[in-house]
């Protein structure tokens, strides 16, 4: 089955800085990737998504990066603010099979 | 807010005992997923119902067990609690077919075994 490594598990950058979060899959039949954004005491939800068939989506500050040869995916947040601070989870999903997989998640701390 | 309602928000309850957590997922989604997420734990995925029926099931222990009904609400039950089952129970639903595959959230069920 589909495993999803993220890194890292922590990052801590300074207000207005950039922010980088890795993952890397293992099932080539994956085809849809999604980031979620968990704020203390809610579920996640989704932030920006790309698939197989993009290498690049942006949205305002945060875009995402696809590079399916070395099945690796990133999420880049610009001009951080203190309400990014959150815990950030990457997945991998093969839309005809069902589960999403997802990384053990990224915690950001934003320093004003 | 995503549409998706869980209940209990939280639980707390004894060792051995048995609970039920319940999901309604979004008007229209089809499918029904449930995550356990603990302490400083990414998203476990444990089983998936898509219009009644089980599609796909992940590290689901024996002990627990879930079903969908016909008006698609899903029930996930968890017995002969542990201590490790103190847990935050997420579910979510998708709109099978789409092309995204996106997952929508409850805000989960806090399920502390004392």
């Known amino acids: 089955g589909e495993n999803v490594e993220q890194h890292p598990s922590t990052l801590s950058v300074q207000e207005g800085d950039s922010a980088v979060i890795k993952c890397t899959y293992s099932?080539?039949?994956?085809?849809?990737f999604p980031w979620y954004k968990q704020e203390l005491g809610k579920g996640p939800q989704l932030i920006i998504d790309i698939r197989s068939n993009v290498g690049e989506k942006k949205d305002q500050r945060i875009a995402v990066t696809l590079n399916k040869t070395a099945k690796h995916f990133s999420l880049h947040i610009t001009e951080t603010q203190p309400e990014d601070s959150a815990v950030y989870f990457c997945?991998?999903?093969?839309?005809?099979?069902?589960?999403?997989?997802f990384g053990d998640g990224t915690t950001l701390t934003v320093k004003p | 807010d995503s549409g998706v309602t869980q209940t209990p928000k939280h639980l707390i309850t004894a060792t051995g005992q048995r609970v039920t957590l319940r999901c309604s997922p979004r008007s229209g989604d089809l499918s029904v997923y449930w995550y356990q997420q603990s302490l400083d734990q990414g998203l476990q995925f444990l089983i998936q119902?898509?219009?009644?029926?089980?599609?796909a099931k992940g590290n689901i222990l024996e002990r627990f067990s879930a079903q969908q009904f016909p008006d698609l609400h899903s029930e996930l039950n968890l017995s002969s609690l542990e201590l490790g089952d103190s847990a935050l129970y997420f579910c979510a639903s998708s709109v099978e077919g789409s092309n995204t595959g996106e997952l929508f959230f409850g805000e989960g069920s806090r399920l502390t075994v004392l």
């Open positions: 119902y898509y219009n009644g029926e089980e599609r």
């Open positions: 997945a991998g999903r093969d839309t005809n099979a069902g589960k999403s997989t």
């Open positions: 099932d080539s039949a994956s085809n849809y």
